[in-house]
């Protein structure tokens, strides 16, 4: 990591995320190199189950009444309320708002409390901006209005993780360019997710996300029928599980079927994400649309091949051909071809993991991506000091 001036050291960031088990897996080793360099971190989310393990790491926590799946007036105002007196009592010197509600509501608060160092992660435009009708529509262009106001502003800064997602915000003026950046992804622990050779015996075919419509659950069920009824012997692991709070999660009835069905196994929740690519040939993510999935970043670093789907995000996190294959989305047989694919060739399998590792130590490590944020965080605090 660059030696920087330490001209923030005393200073505090408020970290506003969705859930805690989000910002442990995707924001949690920004905010300890924070704290080591002199930062009071604070962090303000709805809690399940990390609170004891947070708070022993001397982040000061404070808990929201926020729910990522409702959208009644009374509800949402409670949750805005409950974010402008937080912000307004912490004062930080910078608030990190990550995922669409902490995003608009952190941001308007941090706005309206006169924060001078505010900063957007756009981790993906998500079901919003992927949902298909004239609901889906109305929805979008009113959470268009809400992110301009939160974000168009000299003193926000807006992270994204693809090109695209930054394109779009711009165009519809939601930001200037001036206040973009790209970060690809959260970055990934080399050292946990090591590169090891593929086992021997059956193919296995993993997906490991959140069981949603747009993660491409469905078509990697649909992909994994195709190829039992072409004869192609290989194993397909479901890993992960439903989201309540998530209006495109596969229902546990749906999830009832697949397992009795036995077509894919279905793993649940794990945390052994590490030893179960180490026993997998093949990650398969059919995604309508990523900010830049982790789940890819995390196949690189540990050598697999990918399939995955040409859309943004998907694509940012691969090179086509060289560490994976994209396919287009919502199209169960040509996932199953391009599995097809690397089932068959083994050596073309091997070739893309081998350049997947080597992707990931260029472009993923974690340390870069920490560095990235606090160079950011410490232009601002600087940029707040010249005021």
């Not at 970290?15 to 910002?23: A, H, K, S």
Request: proline share 4%; hydrophobic share 45%.
């Amino acid at each position: 990591m660059c030696q920087r001036s330490g001209s923030y050291l005393n200073k505090s960031l408020l970290f506003m995320v969705n859930v805690d088990w989000f910002f442990v897996s995707h924001r949690l080793p920004i905010a300890m190199t924070a704290m080591k360099e002199g930062y009071r971190v604070h962090l303000a989310c709805a809690f399940t189950d990390h609170w004891d393990y947070l708070s022993s790491l001397g982040i000061e926590l404070h808990p929201l009444p926020l729910c990522r799946s409702g959208t009644g007036i009374g509800r949402e105002l409670e949750s805005f309320l409950a974010i402008y007196k937080l912000v307004k009592g912490i004062k930080p010197d910078i608030v990190h708002c990550v995922t669409i509600k902490p995003v608009v509501y952190g941001g308007v608060a941090s706005r309206f409390a006169g924060i001078k160092g505010r900063v957007a992660s756009i981790s993906g435009l998500g079901y919003v901006f992927v949902a298909r009708g004239i609901k889906a529509g109305v929805f979008r262009r009113i959470v268009s209005v809400l992110y301009r106001f939160a974000l168009r502003s000299s003193r926000t800064r807006v992270i994204f993780q693809n090109p695209e997602d930054k394109s779009l915000l711009i165009q519809n003026r939601v930001i200037s360019e001036k206040q973009a950046i790209i970060l690809r992804g959260s970055g990934v622990a080399l050292e946990k997710y090591s590169y090891l050779p593929e086992p021997d015996g059956i193919p296995v075919i993993a997906f490991a996300s959140r069981l949603l419509k747009d993660k491409g659950v469905e078509e990697f069920v649909r992909g994994a029928r195709i190829l039992r009824g072409r004869g192609i012997k290989a194993r397909f692991w479901l890993i992960g599980d439903i989201d309540q709070d998530n209006p495109a999660s596969v229902s546990q009835a749906m999830l009832d079927v697949w397992r009795k069905e036995n077509v894919v196994e279905v793993l649940g929740y794990r945390r052994d994400i590490p030893e179960l690519f180490a026993k997998s040939n093949i990650i398969a993510l059919p995604s309508y649309r990523e900010g830049l999935p982790k789940v890819l970043v995390e196949a690189a670093a540990c050598g697999r091949a990918v399939v995955t789907t040409d859309v943004p995000g998907c694509r940012d996190a691969i090179e086509p051909g060289r560490t994976g294959l994209l396919v287009p989305v919502r199209d169960a047989d040509a996932l199953a071809d391009a599995v097809q694919k690397l089932i068959e060739n083994p050596e073309l399998r091997k070739s893309m993991g081998r350049a997947g590792r080597k992707l990931a130590e260029r472009e993923f490590a974690i340390e870069k991506i920490v560095d990235a944020h606090m160079e950011i965080y410490e232009q601002m605090v600087s940029a707040s000091v010249g005021r």
